[in-house]
Structure formats: C-alpha cells, structure tokens
C-alpha cells in the first residue's frame, strides 16, 4: 500500500505540474482531463484511484491557503518564485501535512522529500524537508520527539 501511495503522489505530482506549467488558473485549461489522462496510464498499478484524485483536488482545492502557509515558512522565496516542481511537492506536502492529516506528520514530510530527491534539483530535498519541517513545527499539532531518558552516572 505504502508504494502504491508513493506512485499515487507521483501521479498527482505530474498532473497538478501539468497543470501548473501549462497555465494552471490563469487559463482555462481544465484539471481533469490532465488527472483521467495520468490515471488511465497507471490504473494497472494503482489500487486507490480515490486517494490521487483527493491529493489533486484537494490541493487544487486549497492552493491559495496552502501558499498562505508555505510563504512565512519560506520568506525568502515568494511562492510565485519557488521552482515549478518544487512548488508542486510542497503543496502536496503542505496538504497532507496540514489539510488532510490522515498520515503521520514523518510520512507527509519524508514522502515530500522522497519526490524532491527524484523529481527536484539538487537542494530540493533539503528545501522542502526545511519549509515542511518548519510548517510542522509552528503547527498546533506539533509533538517533539521524545528525549531517550538520560542514563543515570555510573558510579565507581
């Protein structure tokens, strides 16, 4: 299911950069048919059709909130100046990570990262660990990892 799901995210990823590079909301160049397209060609591979659609809707659905979460994560890059691919993984990232919460945090960060390493540039990865990283910290749901207990002094 895991894999299956990492092929649905890159299913999504290509559909929302389609979209995206081909004028995306300033045209009117429709999603869907770009979505049954990418699906028609991976169907034999993906069980949960359900969950590429959610992603691609979903962030399709909330691009403008989830640029208003990636811009303060990221002042330093406008949304509008972040590279295409890039800006595609993080707002999935963004989504699963804020939006959709149905994975643990670790899994949205690291699946965002796992696209960026093959998909992004050669930072990319350490780009979208940071923006993600920093949007998970700043969120009310946020649970630092657990110190190990210290080991109490040996005594001589």
């Known amino acids: 299911m895991a894999s299956n799901r990492h092929l649905g995210r890159i299913v999504a990823m290509q559909t929302l950069y389609e979209h995206d590079f081909r004028g995306g909301d300033t045209s009117t160049l429709e999603l869907s048919p770009i979505l049954q397209r990418n699906l028609d060609e991976f ?3 993906i069980d949960d059709t359900n969950f590429v659609e959610d992603v691609v809707d979903g962030v399709h659905g909330h691009q403008e909130a989830i640029d208003g979460i990636i811009g303060p994560a990221a002042p330093e890059w406008p949304v509008d100046q972040i590279a ?19 994975v643990p945090p670790k899994v949205a960060i690291n699946e965002a990262v796992e696209l960026a390493k093959t998909f992004g540039g050669e930072n990319s990865s350490k ?28 005594q001589t």
């Open 84 to 102: 295409k691919i890039d800006k595609i993984i993080l707002r999935i990232g963004v989504y699963e990570l804020m939006i959709k919460r149905d």
């Open 43 to 45: 169907r034999s591979s």
């Open 127 to 154: 780009f979208i660990n940071g923006v993600l990283g920093t949007i998970y910290r700043n969120s009310d749901f946020y649970e630092p990892e657990e110190e190990p207990p210290a080991q109490p002094a040996k």
